[in-house]
C-alpha cells in the first residue's frame, strides 16, 4: 500500500510539474516582410526579394511577404512568388501592402498630389488621406488585382496607418483576419502612433482599431512592426532602439544588441509567453539586407532549441484573444545601469513603470474605451497622421520655458528669434517626468513580477502592486505625484489630503478623465473615469496634446517668426528673402492657407510670396528693388489681422560697379559691406 502511494505521489509531482512547464509556452514569431516594386516611391528591388526569399527557404522560417500595388502589376515579382508560393506554400505566404503610389492612385480611379519627394507624407501614402469613397476603390482595386494575379484574398494586410472604417471593411468584405500597423513613435516620417497596446497582439475595437476591444468577438487582430526596445523607445525620436538592421545599425549598434532584445522578449518574466514580430522591407539597403539574413539564422536556431514558434494566423488570433492583461519588461541591454521598464497593458488601460536609481515610477498612464473613434473616421488627413490616445501621465512630455533672447550676433545675421515654450520629447530616463512615485525600493533583487489569470503582480521589498482591469492596489500609503510644472497642460493635479490626490483633464468647465488615488490606512487604490463622449472636443480644441495636425489653426502674431533671411541685399542683383513661420498660441508651427499679402513703406519694385516646397511651415516674402533703399515690410494673413518686421532692410548700391556712388555715399556703402559680411556669414 505504501509502495502504491509512493508511485501515486510521484505521478502526481510529475504530472503539476509538467502542466507548470507547459503554462509558458514559446514565444511566438511572426515575420511580415513589405515588398515594394520599382515605381517609384522608396522603390524596392527583385533581387533583394529573391534574397530574403532565399534565406527563408534555406532556414525553414515562414514569413508572410506584403505586396505593394507596383509588385502586383510587374510579371517578374508575380511569376517568381507563384513559383516560391507553389514550391514552399508551409515557409512564403502572400499578403498586401496598402501603401499608396501614383500608379495606384490612377488605376483606382482616384484624384492624388504624389510625386517622389512627398509620397512618404502620410496624407499621401497612407489612406487616412482619402475620402471614405476613394479608400474604398483603392483597397477594392488592390484586392480584385492580388485575386486576378493569385486565386485567393489574403488574410493578412500591412500599412502603417489606415482609418478604422476601411479596415473593417477588408475584414467584412475579403476576410482579413490580421493586420499590421507601425511601432511606438512620435512624428517619424510624418506620423504619429502613440499611446496603443505598445508590443503584444490585440483584438482592434470596430471604432478605432488603435484600441483593444476583447467583447468583439469577430475583431482583426492587430500587430505591430517589429520588436522595439521596452526600456528606450518610449520618448525616443532617434528610432534606433528596434529589432531593425536599419534602426539599430544606424543607432551604431550591433548584431549582439538585436540578440540581447530576442532573448528579452522570449524570456518575459513569470508566465508571461513572449512575442516577436520581424520583417524587413525589400527597399531596404544591401547592408541590413545582410543582417537581416543573419537575424533569420539566429531565430531558426532559438526554434530548433524549442525557445520560439513559428505561429500561424489562426492560432495568433486565438491565443491572443484570450489573453487579456499582458506584461512586457525590459532592462538595459547595454548593461550601463539597472535601469528597468515594465509596461503593463489591460483592455481598459496601459500605465508604464520605470525603475530609475532605487526609486519606481509610474510615467504614462493611458486610457481605452472601445467606444473611442478614430480620427479619420470623418476626416481626411491634411498633413501627416496622428494617433494619440488619450493620458493621464505622459511622462516624455517635457516642458521648457526659457528667456533666451538673440544675440547681437544673431540679429547682425537676421537669425530668428528663438522660442521661450515648446514642448520637446525625450525619453523618461533623460529627465525628470510627471510621475506616481511608489514607495522606494531597499533591495534590487527582491523585485518580482507574478502574471497571474487576473492581474499582474509587482513585488519588491515587503510591497505588493495589483495591476487589475480597471484599479491598481498598493498595500502601502507612500504614493504620491511628481509634477515637472507644464503650464500648457490641460491636466490639473489636486492633492486632496496627505495621501490621496486625482489628475483631472478639464476641458472648458468640463472634466473629460480622471484619476483618482484614494488611501486608507494601510494601502492605496488608483482608480479612473472618463467621459469618451468629449475626446473629439479635445481633437478640436486641445490639438496640441491628441491631435496635432498643423493646418489652419487660430495664428498668433507675437510668437510667430517674420524676419529677413538676408537683412542685406545689393539692389538689382538679389532680392531681400523674408521667412515667415505661422505660429499658433501654443507655440506650435502652423501651415495656413490663408491669403498672405506684403506691404513695404515706401514704393518698391516688386514683391513676390512663395510656399517653400520643402518646408510648408515657412513661406517666403521676397523683396525686389533696383535702386538703394532702406524698407520696413509688413504682412497681412487674409486681410485679418497684420505682423510686422521688427527690423528694417535695405538695398545696398553694387559699390564694384558704383565705386563713385559709394565714396560720396558712406551710410549706403555700409550697407554694401554688411551685403558682402553677410553672403559670406551664410555660405
Known amino acids: 500500500m505504501k509502495k502504491i502511494l509512493f508511485i501515486f505521489i510521484i505521478f502526481l509531482f510529475l504530472f503539476l510539474f509538467k502542466t507548470n512547464a507547459s503554462a509558458k509556452e514559446p514565444a511566438h514569431v511572426l515575420i511580415i516582410n513589405q515588398v515594394r516594386g520599382e515605381e517609384c516611391c522608396s522603390k524596392g528591388t527583385l533581387i533583394n526579394l529573391k534574397k530574403q526569399v532565399e534565406a527563408h527557404t534555406s532556414k525553414k522560417v515562414p514569413a508572410y511577404f506584403a505586396l505593394r500595388h507596383d509588385v502586383l502589376i510587374d510579371k517578374n515579382y508575380v511569376d517568381y512568388l507563384k513559383t516560391a508560393t507553389t514550391n514552399y506554400p508551409e515557409l512564403i505566404r502572400l499578403g498586401l501592402l496598402i501603401e499608396n503610389t501614383p500608379a495606384l492612385a490612377t488605376n483606382a480611379n482616384v484624384k492624388h498630389n504624389i510625386n517622389n519627394e512627398n509620397w512618404f507624407e502620410a496624407q499621401n501614402a497612407f489612406i487616412i488621406g482619402y ?36 479596415l473593417n471593411y477588408i475584414h467584412d468584405t475579403y476576410g482579413v483576419k490580421i493586420h499590421q500597423i507601425t511601432r511606438e513613435q512620435y512624428g517619424t516620417d510624418s506620423y504619429t502612433l502613440y499611446g496603443g497596446p505598445p508590443h503584444y497582439p490585440y483584438p482592434a475595437s470596430r471604432n478605432w482599431l488603435f484600441i483593444p476591444d476583447y467583447d468583439n468577438s469577430d475583431p482583426v487582430l492587430i500587430v505591430r ?55 524587413l522591407e525589400n527597399s531596404m539597403d544591401n547592408n541590413y539586407q545582410g543582417e537581416y539574413v543573419a537575424q533569420l539564422e539566429q531565430i531558426g536556431k532559438l526554434e530548433s532549441k524549442g525557445a520560439v514558434k513559428f505561429i500561424t494566423v489562426d492560432e495568433l488570433t486565438d491565443y491572443w484573444y484570450n489573453n487579456k492583461i499582458s506584461l512586457y519588461y525590459g532592462k538595459d541591454l547595454s548593461r550601463k545601469n539597472k535601469d528597468q521598464a515594465f509596461w503593463i497593458t489591460t483592455p481598459f488601460y496601459r500605465v508604464r513603470l520605470i525603475k530609475k536609481n532605487n526609486q519606481i515610477l509610474i510615467t504614462d498612464f493611458r486610457l481605452f474605451d472601445k ?80 502574471n497571474l489569470s487576473d492581474q499582474i503582480e509587482l513585488s519588491y521589498d515587503k510591497i505588493i502592486i495589483s495591476f487589475g482591469e480597471k484599479k491598481i492596489l498598493i498595500n502601502s500609503t507612500d504614493v504620491h505625484f511628481q509634477s515637472i510644472g507644464n503650464n500648457l497642460s490641460p491636466i490639473k493635479f489636486t492633492k486632496v489630503n496627505n495621501s490621496d490626490f486625482k489628475l483631472e483633464w478639464n476641458i472648458d468647465s468640463k472634466t473629460a478623465f480622471t484619476l483618482l488615488n484614494k488611501c486608507t490606512s494601510k494601502s492605496c487604490e488608483i482608480s479612473f473615469s472618463l467621459q469618451p463622449n468629449l475626446l473629439p472636443e479635445i481633437r478640436e480644441k486641445q490639438y496640441p496634446f491628441i491631435f496635432p495636425e498643423p493646418i489652419n489653426h487660430k495664428i498668433n502674431s507675437e510668437k510667430s517668426f517674420f524676419y529677413p533671411h538676408n537683412q542685406y541685399a545689393v539692389a538689382g542683383r538679389n532680392p531681400i528673402r523674408l521667412f515667415f513661420s505661422a505660429r499658433d498660441d501654443y507655440n506650435l508651427p502652423t501651415i495656413i492657407n490663408d491669403n498672405i499679402k506684403a506691404f513695404t513703406n515706401l514704393p518698391i519694385d516688386k514683391t513676390e510670396i512663395k510656399k517653400n516646397p520643402a518646408n510648408l511651415y515657412i513661406q517666403y516674402v521676397d523683396l525686389i528693388n533696383d535702386k538703394p533703399q532702406k524698407y520696413t515690410a509688413t504682412i497681412k494673413v487674409n486681410n485679418a489681422f497684420e505682423i510686422k518686421l521688427k527690423t528694417p532692410v535695405y538695398f545696398a548700391p553694387n559699390c564694384k560697379k558704383e565705386v563713385l556712388y ?9 550697407w554694401y559691406l554688411m551685403s558682402f559680411i553677410g553672403d559670406k556669414s551664410r555660405k
Open 131 to 166: 475620402s471614405n469613397k476613394d479608400s474604398i476603390k483603392i483597397v477594392d482595386y488592390l484586392f480584385n488585382i492580388f485575386f486576378e494575379k493569385f486565386g485567393y484574398y489574403p488574410d493578412v494586410t500591412s500599412a502603417w496607418m489606415i482609418d478604422t472604417p476601411t
Open 225 to 279: 512592426q517589429t520588436v522595439t526596445d521596452p526600456l528606450f523607445n518610449y520618448g525616443d525620436t532617434s528610432n534606433t532602439f528596434t529589432s531593425q538592421p536599419n534602426d539599430y545599425l544606424r543607432g551604431k549598434k550591433n548584431f549582439d544588441y538585436f540578440t540581447n532584445l530576442i532573448d528579452q522578449v522570449i524570456n518575459q518574466p513569470d508566465d508571461q509567453t513572449g512575442f516577436t514580430m520581424l520583417g
Open 371 to 450: 467606444s473611442f473613434y478614430d480620427p479619420y473616421t470623418d476626416y481626411t488627413a491634411q498633413k501627416n497622421g496622428f494617433w494619440i490616445v488619450p493620458y493621464l501621465i505622459d511622462g516624455s512630455l517635457k516642458y521648457i520655458k526659457t528667456n533666451s533672447q538673440q544675440t547681437i550676433f544673431d540679429k547682425l545675421f537676421s537669425k530668428p528669434p528663438i522660442n521661450n515654450e515648446y514642448f520637446e520629447l525625450k525619453n523618461d530616463f533623460e529627465n525628470n517626468p510627471d510621475s506616481i512615485v511608489l514607495p522606494s525600493i531597499i533591495n534590487d533583487k527582491s523585485i518580482k513580477v507574478k
Open 662 to 670: 559709394c565714396l560720396t555715399h558712406p551710410i549706403q556703402a555700409y
